[in-house]
């Protein structure tokens, strides 16, 4: 069986920038496994699968793979899934994707980029020292959890932020104050950590060893959870926020209501056929 794939660097304005993911269109789903097995190949932080909605519920279906699992949300996969649609027909300006778990998502034309509209995920409050001593840092400013994995690790400035170095090992095993802690515990949490920018407003690293991912280059689910945080101690709707990865990202971020509105742009950078025994 042959594939269409396509690999696209998301909240990138220029090729080897931002974070590359895969996009894959399929006439029907595969099992699972053949779909996890896929992404373990292409070995990336995310392959995106999208094929069309037959319930009329949105214009497309869309799951997330990474090497190791399949998640909850991605976004800047879900924003290279938009480029793909939208850039292969100049005639649309907006596309919607329906989720198993994160609802109806959507991606238009803003300019010369695009604006991804994603689940406002606004973390509490809550103690998680085994993260924290991960990271290797003394201290953080505040700590806080959402329900969906999602750890946010509040520091003072940009400089710490640039400066963490973490025991990948220790991050990835499961923190004794993750309510999912025990036995079976899954270890895939997603570590954000952010502070104030230096050249914007937000600064931030992601790091999700236990999904087979040590430090993801730009996440849009982070930014879902970071967004609701950051309204509130800014005062304001509206920030530019960059991840501060090996390739960096920069991203605009809004909050609209129940959504989290991110701005960015796509390059693709290879188109070709997966070979599927």
Same mark, same amino acid.
Request: aromatic residues 8%; hydrophobic residues 45%.
């Given at each position: ?32 496994? =053949? /779909?996890?097995?896929? +992404?373990?190949?292409?070995? #990336? ?5 999208? %094929?069309?909605?037959? *319930? ?97 690790? =509040? /520091?003072?400035?940009? +400089?710490?932020?640039?400066? #963490? ?5 220790? %991050?990835?095993?499961? *923190? ?102």
């Amino acid at each position: 069986m042959r594939l269409p794939i396509v690999q696209i660097d998301a909240f990138a304005s220029a090729a080897f920038k931002g974070n590359p993911a895969a996009v894959m269109p399929l006439a029907a789903w595969l099992d699972d496994d =053949v /779909l996890q097995a896929i +992404a373990a190949e292409n070995n #990336l932080s995310e392959t995106a699968f999208i %094929l069309p909605d037959e *319930s009329g519920e949105s214009d497309f279906e869309l799951r997330w793979f990474t090497p190791t699992n399949e998640v909850v949300l991605c976004g800047h996969a879900t924003l290279a899934s938009g480029h793909f649609v939208l850039s292969s027909d100049p005639e649309r300006d907006r596309v919607t994707f329906r989720t198993r778990k994160a609802g109806i998502l959507s991606v238009a034309r803003a300019g010369s980029g695009y604006e991804l509209a994603l689940p406002a995920w606004g973390p509490s409050p809550k103690p998680l020292p085994h993260i924290v001593a991960a990271l290797g840092v003394e201290a953080a400013v505040e700590t806080l959890w959402h329900p969906h994995r999602y750890a946010l690790i =509040v /520091l003072e400035n940009a +400089a710490q932020i640039r400066a #963490l170095d973490p025991d990948f090992r220790a %991050l990835g095993r499961p *923190s004794p104050a993750d309510p999912a802690a025990g036995g079976g515990a899954e270890v895939d949490v997603l570590t954000i950590v952010t502070a104030p920018g230096d050249e914007t407003d937000v600064i931030s690293r992601v790091f999700a060893p236990g999904a087979g991912i040590d430090e993801d280059p730009v996440t849009g689910s982070a930014h879902a959870v970071m967004t609701p945080y950051w309204a509130a101690r800014l005062g304001r709707d509206r920030f530019t926020a960059y991840q501060a990865s090996a390739r960096g990202g920069h991203l605009t971020c809004q909050l609209a209501g129940d959504r989290v509105v991110l701005g960015g742009q796509c390059v693709t950078v290879m188109e070709g056929t997966f070979f599927l025994p």
